[in-house]
């Protein structure tokens, strides 16, 4: 039997339901985490768990918990659900009210949701790498807020998937921002460059976790904003998040990423990663 988390308490799946005027179902006025299991243990819980916190805060939203009483949570979902190797995922909501688009009052509760999905790594993409389309960037100005509004990242991944391809790469004119699901990286030079972390891109915690192991192991960084020509011109291309991990890309709108094939540094820096969850959750299945 799988188990849910609903306001606290741990309860059957199927019985765990949400009232048709929760604003997240109405609005998707909430904010979400993704967090990846690896050998039955979180990775980088904390760092998750700081950005729901931040992402609440942003929009208003208090936590009904610590983040030490949510990880306390988890941990025993976790357990209920035996669950070894997949993701948890956890949204927070404004609560239910009747529909109007401002805020209820302050003693509506907010709905806290969470619940595990068994999930392979993607083994043979990291081996391979994947092949990516360009679209315009049509999202709000806050894409630093793990937002449920996620309309326009669907729009675009679901126009990657049309075209054959695994991700959307998206840019704002010329400037790229991230994927729909990810952050984006070019390789010149030796360099690794990816977007600065601020309101037009998602603060990835995958990314933090990469440029952490760059500083590391001597690979020059730069986070700024890169265009769509670098883009092209670029001697490797990667895409990171939660689930991707360090995911190389292959192609961008049928042209290949130089010789169409992973590049060294990408593949060390998969190698720095794997290192990175044998080191905080023991074994890699
Ligand atoms: N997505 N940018 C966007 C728009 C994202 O949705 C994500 C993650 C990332 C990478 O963030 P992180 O490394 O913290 O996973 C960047 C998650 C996995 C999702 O929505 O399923």
Known sequence: MAFA???GQIINRSEAKVDIEDRGYQFGDGV??????????????NEHLQRFVK??????????????EI?????????KNNLKLGNIYMQITRGTAPRNHLFPPANVPPTLVAYTIKADRPVEKLEKGVKTILT????????????????GNLLAKQKATEAGCYEAIQHRGQDVTEGSSSNIYIVKNGVVITHESDH????????????????????PVEERTFSVDELR????????????????????NGTKVASGAPG??????????????ERQCRILE
């Open 233 to 252: 011109d670029a001697d490797e291309v990667f895409l990171s998040s939660t689930t991707s991990e360090v995911m190389p890309v292959i192609e961008i």
């Open 200 to 219: 037009l891109i998602l603060k990835g915690i995958t990314k933090d976790v990469i440029l952490g192991l760059c500083g590391k192991n001597n690979i």
């Open 71 to 79: 990880a306390e949570m988890l941990e025993e979902l976790l357990k």
């Open 5 to 7: 988390l609903l306001n």
């Open 55 to 68: 992402s609440a805060d942003s929009i208003g939203i208090t936590l009904p918990y610590t983040t030490k």
């Open 264 to 277: 060294s540094v990408t593949r060390k820096l998969q190698t720095f990663f794997e290192q990175e969850i």
């Open 32 to 45: 979400y985490e993704v967090i990846r299991v690896y050998n039955g243990k979180m990775f980088t819980v």
């Open 136 to 151: 315009e960037d049509i999202r709000w100005l806050r894409c630093d807020i793990k937002s449920l509004n996620l309309l």
